[in-house]
């Protein structure tokens, strides 16, 4: 028997090129403050103002990887930290998401981050698992 399958996204919003430029989190929610907002997936496909609300976070499964310069191929150093680790760390930053998957109760945004005291952008990895639902607030017009 052969059974095939492919993954239709039903993302009302995608976030390829957009850059986050704050993350802020409660005991149990995080919220991505986007610079320009994020690109609607329907037609016109119109660039919104928005910001992202993840709930029902679960932080003992949150991490932040930082890879190598520039997004380089071969053997690399990098961190792993905690988000909270990387907001102490970074008060002053963008981060520019190239990817984004979805799975069950997961999420993870991939991309390059850029800081003020760096020249080269950083590989960096979100991963964030969650109960809750993710909540896109726009300032869209209905």
Known sequence: ??????????????????????????KDSIQLIFDEGY????????QIKGNINIQGVDFDFVSVLL???????????????????????FKTYAFEIVDELYGYNMVEYSGFLSTPDCEDFIELSLSIYHFGDIVY???EEI
Do not use: A, R, W
């Open 67 to 89: 890879l190598s310069k520039n997004g380089k191929y071969g053997k690399f150093q990098g961190y792993k930290l905690s988000l909270d680790h990387f907001l102490e760390k």
């Open 137 to 139: 607030e726009t300032e």
């Open 39 to 46: 690109e609607s997936m329907q037609e016109p496909y119109q």
């Open 1 to 26: 028997m052969i059974t095939k399958y492919k993954y239709k996204s039903t993302q009302p919003y995608s976030l390829h090129d957009m850059v986050v430029n704050k993350i802020t989190h409660t």
